[in-house]
């Protein structure tokens, strides 16, 4: 196996705790970049990006903060109607995100959230909301991602007015140290296979889950909304591979997956103690970096992927 110093990877996961209080606290800098309540809200990205706004539109609909739909940049349904479109990218250069954004300004409200303030979406977008205290060296995305969702997620909490002195989003912070301090589960580390399941909001770190070991590790990962479980990629499921649930399990689904030989996740939210889900989710990017690691992967350069995806212009 080959043997590689800490990654920057595994440094910027275990930032991760101190990153989302930052967020947390800039939620009022950031305020022009964020949809008001009430608003019909579309919210862009591109793959981990994508995810993230996939979590946060569940999250602000069902919380009763206003419509709320996500797109993959490039299946923005141009010509409907919105007050506001959220775009996140980590680099402020992504073709796609960039496109959407152009288009749209000037008759749609438009803010972004990124890593780097010297990019095009700086001028592309009315407002930014700028994370660079979560940029990342390493090409694949973690804490970027999850600061960029708990500035989100603080923001509806700051919106239900939160009692005074009550920090937005303290409990995830303290489950993400949890999460960064704890070993990980030797049987989940020996397993094969990875199906990574979620509801509602969850569905879309799921999704994350599934993406991160597929780009460190190559491994075989998959993810849907966990009552779609049973209905078909159960038959995934067996000896040697995992179900990973994020947020409570549906009623009897724990039961579904033993019956099957498969191992449920140690930490599937049923219990008093579970990890904030968005905790849970760096569990399974430590899990990526150790699945690199032990298949001679370097983890901070993933097998074909760049930092951003600019295409270049079309031929007139």
């Given at each position: ?199 509602g909001w969850t ?11 597929r780009e460190a ?100």
């Amino acid at each position: 196996m080959t043997t590689f110093e800490t990654s920057r990877t595994a440094v910027e996961i275990a930032s991760q705790p101190d990153t989302w209080s930052r967020a947390a606290a800039s939620v009022t800098a950031f305020s022009d970049a964020l949809p008001r309540r009430g608003e019909r809200v579309a919210v862009i990205g591109c793959g981990t990006s994508w995810f993230m706004a996939l979590a946060y539109a569940q999250l602000r609909e069902s919380g009763g903060h206003g419509e709320t739909d996500a797109f993959a940049a490039s299946e923005f349904p141009h010509g409907r109607s919105y007050d506001r479109v959220v775009a996140i990218t980590r680099s402020g250069t992504t073709t796609e995100v960039l496109d959407v954004l152009h288009r749209v300004k000037g008759t749609i409200a438009t803010g972004a959230i990124t890593a780097d303030p010297t990019t095009p979406v700086m001028t592309s977008a009315d407002a930014v909301a700028v994370l660079d205290f979560a940029d990342e060296q390493s090409v694949v995305q973690t804490r970027f991602a999850t600061t960029a969702l708990a500035l989100l997620r603080a923001h509806l909490e700051a919106e239900d007015a939160l009692p005074s002195g009550v920090h937005p989003l303290a409990r995830a912070v303290e489950d993400a140290a949890r999460a960064i301090a704890e070993p990980l589960d030797s049987t989940v580390c020996d397993a094969e296979q990875f199906t990574f399941l979620g509801t509602g909001w969850t569905y879309g770190l799921a999704l994350e889950a599934g993406l991160k070991m597929r780009e460190a590790a190559g491994a075989w990962t998959e993810a849907y909304p966990a009552m779609e479980y049973r209905h078909g990629p159960i038959s995934i499921t067996g000896p040697g591979r995992v179900a990973w649930l994020f947020g409570p399990a549906p009623q009897g689904l724990t039961d579904d997956i033993a019956r099957v030989g498969g191992i449920c996740s140690a930490d599937s939210g049923d219990r008093a103690d579970a990890l904030d889900p968005l905790a849970d989710l760096v569990r399974a990017q430590r899990l990526a970096v150790h699945l690199a690691e032990a298949r001679g992967f370097d983890p901070d350069r993933p097998r074909n992927l760049t930092r951003s995806v600019i295409l270049e212009a079309a031929d007139a």
